[in-house]
Each structure stands twice: as C-alpha cells, then as structure tokens.
C-alpha cells in the first residue's frame, strides 16, 4: 500500500518564475493539506483541500494556490517566487476532514 | 494560536526510556493531542494520538495528565534510529476542518 506521495524531490528555480508541485495521498485518503517548512522550523500550514475545495487556509498570500483533482491528488502553485519561498514543501492526507494526517517525504524547493 | 512548549533538546541513552514532556495548557476539550517525529529532511512520521486516556501503541506511549495541560511520549527503548525532532501538536478547530500547528519540537539524541 503506497504511502504519501510527491513529486518531484527537489526543485530549483529563480526568483519571479512560477512553480507546481504535486502530491498523490495515501490510498484511500480523500483529503490533503500542505505544509511549508523552512530551514530549523517547524512545518507551517499552508492550506487543506477537500471535495476538490480549498477548506481551510494559513497565513499565506494570494501567490500560494492549489488545487485538487476528482481521484483526491493534488497540486500546489506559487507564483512570482521570492528567495524566501525556499523550502521543503510536505503534503499530507487523512482519511477525511479532522483525522489523522500522513505525510509525504517533501518537495524541496531552493529559488535562487 | 494552538501553542505548545516542549523542551529545545534532549538526550537518551541508547536502551533506556525516552520521556518526552509538552505543556498544552490551552488545548479544548475536544482537541487531541499528537505526536510525530521528523528524522532529518525526511516528512514528519505519525506516532501516536490521544484525547483523554493513555495511549499505546508499537511505536511508543502517550500520557495525558487528568487535566489535559500536558502529555509525555514515552519511547520505551531508545534506538539511534529514534533520533529524530518530536513534535507534540493540537488540532486548530475550525468550521468542518481543522490544521496541525507545529512548533519547533524536540530535538531528542540517542546516544550509544
């Protein structure tokens, strides 16, 4: 039974590019939620979809957006990259809204 | 804010108990309290969650003191693969969802 998972594994880009990252959640899983975490923190919520809705939303501007297919996968987008998006980027499902949440091994993203 | 406070790091002797403590003086009474644990760059690994009563399961154990402000993970025989940040978190309720609020964890250090 495959876990969380997320592609790709590391990504570069410069600064004002866009870019996508992508996440498959555990079978049978219908909700997803994604996590930024920088360097020595602890992970920040970004936002959580389900029933292909964005439910719930952190403390991120508008550039950070996503969005989540019929089979429950999910992409996140962010636009105008700045050097401090630089990150390790976790995605996480659950079974349903409010359950236990199984993470992804990360996308990390550098901008240069 | 869902705030927790555990200690910045800790040490355990390779065999021995882990005990590691978190204060939730804030949480609800609905919410539960988890742990997971990330070993360097990897996701954030599920241990063990609970509302009310003990918990156990292969991974470790979870105390919830009667009052509810504070839990102890117990790993009851420390590898060097427990090496890792723990992380002691409470749901954010919100309407139909809710957020995991990270902190920066512990560091715990399984020394041979």
């Known amino acids: 039974d495959a876990g969380v998972t997320q592609s790709p594994t590391h990504l570069i880009k410069t600064r004002g590019q866009q870019v996508t990252l992508r996440c498959s959640p555990k079978?049978?899983?219908?909700?997803v939620s994604w996590y930024q975490q920088a360097l020595g923190q602890g992970p920040q919520f970004i936002f959580q979809?389900?029933?292909?809705?964005?439910?719930q939303r952190g403390n991120f501007p508008d550039r950070f957006s996503g969005h989540q297919f019929p089979n429950y996968s999910s992409e996140l987008n962010v636009n105008a990259l700045l050097l401090g998006d630089s990150a390790l980027y976790l995605c996480?499902?659950?079974?349903?809204?409010?359950?236990?949440?199984?993470f992804g091994p990360g996308t990390r993203l550098t901008v240069l | 804010d869902a705030k927790t406070t555990q200690p910045t790091s800790m040490d355990c002797a390779e065999g021995r108990a882990a005990n590691l403590p978190c204060n939730h003086s804030?949480?609800?009474?609905?919410?539960?309290v988890y742990w997971y644990r990330q070993i360097h760059s990897q996701g954030p690994q599920y241990i063990i969650h609970?509302?009310?009563n003990n918990e156990t399961n292969e991974m470790a154990s979870l105390i919830i003191t009667e009052d509810r402000k504070s839990s102890t993970l117990i790993l009851p025989h420390a590898t060097l693969r427990d090496t890792a940040v723990y992380y002691c978190?409470?749901?954010?309720?919100?309407?139909?969802?809710?957020?995991?609020?990270f902190g920066k964890g512990t560091k715990l250090s399984v020394i041979p």
């Open positions: 996480a499902s659950s079974l349903t809204l409010r359950d236990t949440e199984f």
């Open positions: 079978s049978g899983h219908d909700t």
């Open positions: 979809y389900y029933e292909e809705e964005e439910r």
């Open positions: 804030t949480i609800s009474g609905n919410e539960y």
């Open positions: 609970g509302l009310k």
């Open positions: 978190i409470f749901s954010a309720s919100g309407a139909g969802s809710y957020q995991l609020t």
